[in-house]
């Protein structure tokens, strides 16, 4: 039980970019990744379900194209905020 005392003060100690980083930025970023692949994931389902017809592959393509794209800004975005938060805090 004293561990957990420990680690409920030490989480209450944080300074408030720690704590807001924890809270919003970290479960934001990975809803939007988990969507993007998501995105990415259906794109590869159309493509394969919808070989023979020519519509439904250039649709999944289009839909694995933005599940990439997404992924790739929402890892950019945490890089920058990354390189941005070590800056603030040393």
């Known amino acids: 039980m004293n561990w957990l005392v420990k680690t409920a003060s030490a989480a209450t100690n944080l300074p408030i970019l720690d704590r807001i980083n924890k809270a919003i930025v970290d479960p934001l970023i990975l809803l939007l990744a ?19 017809n020519e519509e439904e592959r250039k649709k999944g393509q ?14 950019s975005v945490k890089g920058i905020l990354s390189l941005i938060y070590i800056t603030v805090t040393r």
């Open 34 to 52: 988990a969507a993007s692949l998501g995105m990415f994931l259906y794109g590869v389902y159309e493509m394969v379900m919808g070989a023979a």
């Open 62 to 75: 289009q839909h694995v194209l933005y599940g990439v794209i997404g992924l790739f800004i929402i890892f």
